[in-house]
Nanobody, 123 residues
Framework: QVQLVESGGGLVQTGGSLRLSCAASALTLSTRAMGWFRQAPGKEREFVAA????????YYADSVKGRFTISRDIAKNTVYLQMNSLKPEDTAVYYC????????????????WGQGTQVTVSS
């Protein structure tokens, strides 16, 4: 059974950094595109970042470009989201997601999801 487990969320001040991790089981990252999404209270879940199955291409929402970096460790079967220069508007529950092979920025294209980790940025 596929499992994605996020960790690394927490409370941080504006301008601070956090690194989120997503540990995957029962799937191989080399055959999956991985994405990070976030959902703030009262808002739709939105795309944040994604990495393709080969790991050579990354994609970012405009709102996080230049501040967030997605990466992965095949040996650990783990995907990361390094978040720098955090802003209060980055406050949300962050979710890891997986889909076969090809990256998508559409949440409905991802069949596998983690339970989410809360990120709160104080002003």
């Amino acid at each position: 059974q596929v499992q994605l487990v996020e960790s690394g969320g927490g409370l941080v001040q504006t301008g601070g950094s956090l690194r989120l991790s997503c540990a995957a089981s029962a799937l191989t990252l080399s055959t999956r595109a991985m994405g990070w999404f976030r959902q703030a209270p009262g808002k739709e879940r939105e795309f944040v970042a994604a990495i393709n199955c080969r790991g050579g291409s990354t994609y970012y929402a405009d709102s996080v470009k230049g501040r967030f970096t997605i990466s992965r460790d095949i040996a650990k079967n783990t995907v990361y989201l390094q978040m720098n220069s955090l802003k209060p508007e980055d406050t949300a529950v962050y979710y890891c997601a997986a889909r076969p092979l090809v990256v998508s920025i559409q949440k409905n294209d991802y069949p596998y999801w983690g339970q989410g980790t809360q990120v709160t940025v104080s002003s």
